[in-house]
């Protein structure tokens, strides 16, 4: 993965680097006022598990949520999902908060960027919810949770070994020892070598491996009215704002012939400008996030090929008995809670 666009020229990447102790030095107050109880943690009404990244988005956290939710469902629990939220439109909804909706019916989603105050309506709201899956939510330490996991992506997992601006991670990398576990995902994107390296440091940072190993697969593409098709070897244009676009489009190429790659920041909100004059090609390819989107543009300016969008299923090379190991001890600790 390349360097964050603003680090392409010279004079950004002296700025970023004059200010990147700053950035680091205020964090580490941060984490050392919660670690020594300075500052508080407070717990919420009901279970909390945490589903976060050390570095600025592009983990793939989202489907890791989604997959986090339907265990806890399989387990008998009911969960909710709380996320910050981030581009929200006129109805305070966002592409992620629209993607859990369609994925997750009549599962409870709540935005907020306190999620100590969301979980609070979340119990207020939705009394049945008796466990929340927090979207994002690692450096937020004043909720208290029972179960912290990590994603490290693969393609990128020490975010330019950078802390921001300079670099993509949110904290020092020995931000991993406050984990409960590690989950590296995208594992099938690098080589084995690649990943025993990667494993070997979050070993060295954390205190302990990662606990599994997901690769984010690709099994099958739906059109615009989410029906199925089978889209053969064709070209396309890719159209996405993710924060790790190459891990798309490289899966893209594997798949498809790509005549052009129309790629814009993390959350991006699409205009006209940004689905007029497309090349000639078969089809759009998008993701979930950017078609929920993209959709509401094109129903006033339809495009003259179809979008077409890959389904994402959450497939583990290894661990997966250890996510559910963990998983079934949280609704198992609030099952024995609740009975005393």
Not at 221 to 249: K, S, Y
Not at 284 to 300: A, I, M, N, P, Q
Not at 307 to 314: A, D, F, G, N
């Amino acid at each position: 993965m390349s360097n964050p666009d603003h680090l392409n020229n010279p004079l950004a990447q002296l700025a970023a680097a004059a200010v990147e102790p700053l950035y680091t030095g205020v964090i580490g107050l941060r984490n050392f006022g919660y670690n020594c109880g300075f500052l508080p943690t407070r717990r919420a009404p009901m279970p909390i598990i945490s589903v976060g990244n050390l570095t600025a988005g592009g983990t793939g956290k989202t489907p890791i949520v989604i997959d986090v939710v339907r265990r806890l469902q399989s387990l008998g629990a009911t969960p909710g999902v709380i996320l910050r939220g981030y581009h929200a439109d006129s109805e305070g909804r966002s592409d992620e908060a629209l993607v859990y909706e369609t994925a997750l019916p009549f599962v409870p989603v709540v935005i907020g960027g306190n999620r100590l105050a969301a979980a609070h309506a979340m119990h207020r709201d939705h009394p049945q919810v008796n466990v929340v899956v927090l979207d994002d939510a690692f450096q937020h330490r004043r909720i208290a949770r029972e179960l912290d996991l990590v994603l490290i992506d693969a393609t990128n997992p020490f975010g330019h070994d950078a802390v921001l601006p300079r670099g993509l991670m949110r904290e020092a990398p020995a931000g991993l020892r406050r984990a409960d576990a590690v989950i590296v995902t995208r594992s099938d994107q690098v080589d084995k070598n690649t990943l025993a390296a990667i494993d070997r440091r979050i070993e060295a940072t954390a205190g302990r491996p990662p606990i599994a190993h997901a690769v984010h697969a690709w099994v099958g593409f739906v059109d615009e009215q989410d029906q199925a098709i089978d889209p053969g070897h064709r070209r396309v244009t890719i159209m996405c704002g993710l924060g790790n676009p190459q891990a798309f489009i490289q899966q893209a190429r594997d798949r498809f012939v790509i005549e052009q790659q129309r790629v814009f920041a993390d959350h991006h909100d699409y205009t006209t400008a940004d689905v007029s004059d497309l090349p000639e090609c078969d089809a759009v390819l998008t993701t979930d996030k950017d078609y929920v989107k993209l959709r509401r543009l094109l129903e006033s300016q339809p495009l003259s090929v179809p979008v077409w969008r890959p389904k994402l299923e959450i497939r583990w090379l290894d661990g997966e008995a250890a996510v559910a190991d963990r998983l079934a001890a949280v609704v198992e600790c609030d099952r024995q809670s609740s009975r005393t």
